[in-house]
């Protein structure tokens, strides 16, 4: 009964574990994918594919929240992010959730690692940083 369910998330699973063989509404059987054109600061994360769906009925639509590690961005909801400083040493991904006549359903896409990322006052800070270690504060 689980095979090929709800790839990404257990989400799928227990829905069908707790509703019996009744509509649920979409099911993920492969994640969502995102890509980037770079992993500085002002680079764009983008989605690639919302993953395939199965189990839908009617019309498909698709909302998205971008996730730094395990916690929901606030306000980036779009298909696209900027990378931000904020982001520096942190993992990225999006959560795709698909809804349709019957129900929804989510899946999370691959992650993208940001590393060490210079930002405006990172300049200013070592040299803050240098002045005080050599001359004192």
Do not use: C, H
Request: aromatic share 8%; hydrophobic share 30%; net charge neutral.
């Amino acid at each position: 009964m689980a095979t090929g369910i709800g790839i990404g998330t257990s989400q799928s699973l227990r829905r069908i574990l707790t509703t019996g063989t009744g509509p649920v509404g979409p099911i993920n059987t492969v994640p969502p994918e995102i890509d980037s054109d770079g992993t500085g600061v002002g680079s764009l994360l983008s989605l690639v594919s919302n993953g395939t769906w199965t189990n839908t009925t009617g019309t498909v639509t698709y909302t998205y929240q971008w996730y730094r590690g395990s916690t929901p961005i606030v306000g980036e909801t779009n298909d696209t992010y900027a990378i931000q400083v904020a982001d520096s040493n942190k993992n990225l991904k999006l959560k795709v959730t698909a809804t349709d006549s019957v129900g929804s359903g989510y899946a999370f896409s691959n992650t993208i690692s940001i590393g060490y990322l210079w930002g405006a006052n990172t300049i200013s800070q070592i040299w803050g940083s240098l002045t005080n270690l050599i001359w004192g504060s």
